[in-house]
């Protein structure tokens, strides 16, 4: 089954999740508590972070928001349970941090889903223009499509899509 038009392929976008999730949870944490972990704790955190690149992969309908908290979860709790410091599970500031790591990852996320959506389209669009060669079978041009609004902020959100509610 091909992958929709209008949308990173998935394994790209799990690709970023997991990433996102792992830099921001690690960031997130090491902000909060003062210090980078070891190691040996920072591969299995990686290594979490491709399970929920993974999961986002398998599952393209899930929202990034949910994945994200899922990623930063997963995290913080992996980097509490082998750093030692147990009293940190529930600290304010961990908290907050981890919150603002998942809003910047969601904006980042965002953002990059719609710059590499915006070059492969000039990218088609260019091959389209530099392969015509007048008019051979079809009488037709390349058409130049214009999507209005941002399906990436559908894809993360939640949002199931532009339906309204059925007539009367």
Same mark, same amino acid.
């Given at each position: 089954?091909?992958?929709?038009?209008?949308?990173?392929?998935? #394994?790209?976008?799990?690709?970023? +999740?997991?990433?996102?999730?792992?830099?921001?949870?690690?960031?997130?944490?090491?902000? $909060?508590?003062?210090?980078?972990?070891?190691?040996?704790?920072?591969?299995?955190?990686?290594?979490?972070?491709?399970?929920?690149?993974?999961?986002?992969?398998?599952?393209?309908?899930?929202?990034?928001?949910?994945?994200?908290?899922?990623?930063?979860?997963?995290?913080? =709790?992996?980097?509490?349970?082998?750093?030692?410091?147990?009293?940190?599970?529930?600290?304010?500031?961990?908290? +907050?941090?981890?919150?603002?790591?998942?809003?910047?990852? =969601?904006?980042?996320?965002?953002?990059?889903?719609?710059?590499?959506?915006?070059?492969?389209?000039? +990218?088609?669009?260019?091959? $389209?223009?530099?392969?015509? #060669?007048?008019?051979?079978?079809?009488?037709? #041009?390349?058409?130049?499509?214009?999507?209005?609004?941002?399906?990436?902020?559908?894809?993360?959100?939640?949002?199931?899509?532009? #339906?309204?509610?059925?007539?009367?």
């Amino acid at each position: 089954m091909p992958e929709p038009v209008d949308q990173v392929p998935a #394994r790209t976008r799990g690709g970023i +999740v997991g990433g996102a999730c792992a830099l921001t949870g690690i960031t997130a944490h090491a902000a $909060a508590q003062g210090m980078l972990p070891s190691t040996s704790t920072l591969l299995i955190a990686m290594a979490v972070a491709v399970a929920i690149g993974a999961i986002v992969t398998a599952t393209p309908r899930l929202p990034g928001f949910a994945a994200l908290l899922l990623g930063q979860g997963a995290v913080h =709790l992996l980097l509490v349970l082998l750093s030692g410091h147990h009293h940190d599970l529930f600290a304010p500031s961990m908290a +907050v941090t981890h919150i603002l790591g998942t809003a910047a990852a =969601l904006v980042a996320i965002a953002a990059l889903e719609a710059l590499v959506s915006t070059v492969r389209d000039v +990218v088609v669009l260019v091959v $389209a223009l530099l392969t015509y #060669r007048g008019m051979r079978r079809s009488t037709t #041009r390349p058409q130049i499509v214009r999507i209005v609004g941002a399906p990436v902020v559908h894809l993360h959100l939640g949002a199931v899509g532009l #339906r309204g509610p059925p007539a009367l």
